[in-house]
């Protein structure tokens, strides 16, 4: 399945399974990647300003991916300050928004519910 964006768009980039390998994105953003196997987790790295609102949806099964999607975000210490595993009953894919309290980097995860992964276990996550 091919996804036509008009954001800026990023290829996900290993190592990033733990907060302080997470790959620096922009916002906006798209950025394509992959469970590329199991236990795989893809952290993302956001500088943001207190009180900024971002919008994060993965787009994975509505593309033909086999990935059940979760998204969390994390704060500087590691704590997780949002997460979300379905969007509506009717897909696998996630989606949050999310507002700084305090300017600073925060970190984006998403990972395959079950911990699968694989060359069709493909997203793209929007910000």
Do not use: W
């Not at 790959?23 to 990647?33: E, R, Y």
């Not at 379905?86 to 928004?97: C, M, N, Q």
């Amino acid at each position: 399945m091919l996804e036509v964006t008009d954001l800026p768009l990023a290829i996900e980039a290993e190592p990033n399974d733990k907060p302080d390998q997470a790959q620096a994105i922009s916002v906006p953003q798209a950025i394509n990647g992959r469970m590329d196997g199991p236990n795989d987790i893809d952290s993302y790295a956001i500088t943001m300003k207190a009180g900024q609102t971002v919008r994060c949806e993965v787009r994975a099964r509505r593309n033909g991916s086999s990935l059940d999607s979760t998204i969390r975000v994390l704060n500087a210490m590691g704590g997780v300050i949002a997460t979300n595993d379905d969007i509506h009953p009717s897909t696998k894919d996630s989606s949050l928004v999310f507002s700084a309290s305090v300017d600073g980097v925060y970190t984006l995860q998403i990972r395959d519910l079950l911990n699968r992964g694989g060359p069709t276990f493909g997203y793209i996550l929007t910000v």
